[in-house]
């Protein structure tokens, strides 16, 4: 995750322009919460819908006037045509992901096995937002979070777990992992089909 915040520029620095050309044009802010892409410009998979918006704004700082100010409105939505955001994108990626795991044999033989290591593999290496790849792949290499790919459950809690530390680092509520066959795959008592 620490690379996910070297990524980002905060707004609290200075626009700045090339002090070796008088001609320049100020470089403006970027504001927090937008990520820079490798190449240094901003990575749209890998910011969400209002921090780019926020970027995207033109300065439309109202007027003086007596009227009493405007009650605040929600944040704003992406039109419908528009690319996922990094939000956007983890949700269906982890539903993706967990239905992948709810559909993966009870016991996978040795081929299906390598595919699913090779799968998360290469997942982990071209995931749209870089940090978020960068961070997952880390995670998977860290000692006892190798894809567990053995059968169905093995592979249902690691996704589970993995998801979990995601949540963690955004600050989110963590799922109980004992039920991930339940939410993902029978939907007992949860609402859901029961097979």
Not at 80 to 88: I, K, L, N, Q, R
Not at 96 to 104: E, P, V
Not at 131 to 158: K, Q, S
Request: charged share 25%; glycine share 8%.
């Amino acid at each position: 995750m620490d690379k996910f915040f070297n990524g980002i520029q905060k707004t609290n620095q200075k626009p700045t322009a090339d002090p070796e050309d008088p001609t320049a044009p100020e470089k403006k802010a970027i504001p927090k919460g937008v990520v820079l892409g490798k190449d240094g410009k901003p990575c749209r998979s890998c910011t969400s819908f209002s921090s780019w918006a926020a970027m995207t704004r033109k300065d439309t700082t109202p007027a003086a006037t007596t009227d009493p100010p405007a009650p605040p409105t929600s944040p704003p939505s992406p039109p419908p045509d528009c690319p996922p955001d990094v939000d956007a994108l983890g949700r269906s990626t982890w539903t993706f992901l967990h239905a992948l795991s709810a559909a993966y044999p009870p016991a996978a033989t040795a081929a299906q096995q390598a595919e699913m290591r090779q799968f998360l593999a290469l997942f982990a290496r071209l995931y749209p937002c870089w940090p978020c790849a960068e961070d997952f792949r880390a995670w998977m290499g860290r000692g006892g979070n190798a894809p567990r790919v053995e059968g169905r459950e093995g592979l249902g809690r690691w996704m589970c777990e993995a998801h979990n530390e995601v949540n963690r680092k955004l600050g989110k509520r963590e799922f109980e992992c004992a039920r991930w066959e339940e939410r993902w795959r029978t939907g007992g008592g949860m609402g859901g089909v029961v097979e």
